[in-house]
């Protein structure tokens, strides 16, 4: 009779599981270290000031880093478009010119559809809003972030795009940032562009209540992003996405195994030779499972299952004891 039992790849089962959680914060919430939701101002121009809550930085460092991160290729481009594919120039005779000046970074897309980002190249702001990791998971769910300012109402419409709610013009948006849902980063970059065009539609010199008319009246400035990042009246919720894998060990004893118990205390002290006692000899006699260990190759014992009472194994059937696990 053996000690251990080698499971086979058929009586492993791995299945994944999605996980989904909501988080709501507002007002001070948002600047809690406990929290660790961290809000930042870039500028181009800001090289000497710092900007975050929990995590000071340069404002110039933001600015940069997200450009180079997520709008690289798309600084000459004010709609979104992406530029041509980097190619190469080859003469008849086989030589190489090099490559064409293009985009040749990857920007962390998250649709398959026109991605409308625009980068702001002047003296405009930009701002952040940084999830941390331990908290969005895998990933951001998409169509879940929602956020309340004094300068308006903010959602992501699932494919990556920040949009700004214009209640002036029917509750319709405009695209004012975006969203990378694996990265827990949500940046307003303003640029107010419109679905298809991606560039500011002004309606002639008309206005609104003394508001500039775009394309639902509303003009999206530094004051909004200004909002954005350093007002506590602010209010933001979203779901986080987290993969676990439910393992199932399906551990089945034959008929013919582990008949004998392993408990010591079926030996008899009183003998020299240390022989059992004579009932564990007997033709019906059956020993109890009560814990199942699962090793690895190097018999190293790497997790246990306690029974919720003792199982007797059965020497006309074989017995399974399905052990479950959740992992990452």
């Not at 809003?129 to 956020?147: H, T």
């Not at 992003?225 to 979203?238: G, H, Y």
């Given at each position: 009779m053996a000690a251990y039992k080698t499971l086979n790849s058929q009586d492993i089962i791995v299945s994944p599981l999605e996980l989904v959680k909501s988080f709501s914060y507002s007002g001070s919430d948002l600047i809690e270290p406990n929290v660790g939701i961290d809000r930042y101002l870039g500028s181009k121009l800001a090289t000497d000031l710092s900007t975050g809550y929990i995590t000071p930085v340069s404002q110039s460092a933001i600015y940069f880093s997200a450009q180079q991160l997520y709008y690289s290729n798309y600084i000459s481009s004010s709609n979104g478009d992406v530029q041509a594919a980097n190619t190469q120039s080859i003469t008849p005779d086989g030589v190489t010119n090099g490559l064409i000046p293009s985009n040749a970074y990857f920007n962390f897309e998250q649709t398959d559809l026109n991605s409308l980002k625009f980068w702001p190249t002047g003296s405009e702001h930009i701002g952040v809003?940084?999830?941390?990791?331990?908290?969005?998971?895998?990933?951001?769910?998409?169509?879940?972030?929602?956020?309340d300012t004094p300068s308006g109402s903010y959602y992501d419409d699932g494919e990556g795009r920040l949009r700004m709610l214009t209640p002036l013009d029917g509750g319709s948006s405009i695209v004012v940032g975006n969203v990378i849902y694996e990265h827990g980063m949500i940046i307003y970059t303003g640029g107010s562009r419109t679905e298809g065009t991606g560039v500011n539609v002004y309606y002639g010199d008309a206005t609104y209540d003394g508001e500039d008319a775009i394309y639902g009246g509303r003009?999206?400035?530094d004051?909004?992003?200004?909002?954005?990042?350093?007002?506590?009246?602010?209010?933001?919720?979203?779901?986080?996405s987290f993969t676990i894998y439910e393992t199932q060990y399906k551990c089945?004893?034959?008929?013919?195994?582990?008949?004998?118990?392993?408990?010591?205390?079926?030996?008899?002290?009183?003998?020299?030779?240390?022989t059992v006692y004579d009932y564990v000899t007997g033709s019906y006699f059956s020993p109890y499972v009560t814990t199942v260990g699962l090793y690895n190759n190097d018999n190293e014992l790497m997790a246990v299952g306690k029974l919720a009472q003792p199982l007797p194994t059965s020497r006309t059937t074989d017995t399974t004891i399905l052990v479950n696990i959740d992992r990452q």
């Open positions: 809003m940084s999830v941390p990791k331990a908290m969005f998971g895998d990933y951001i769910q998409p169509n879940s972030i929602i956020i003009v999206v400035s004051i909004h992003v200004d909002n954005f990042v350093e007002t506590t009246n602010i209010t933001m919720s979203f779901s986080s089945t004893i034959g008929e013919s195994e582990f008949n004998y118990t392993l408990n010591p205390t079926v030996i008899n002290n009183t003998s020299n030779n240390g």
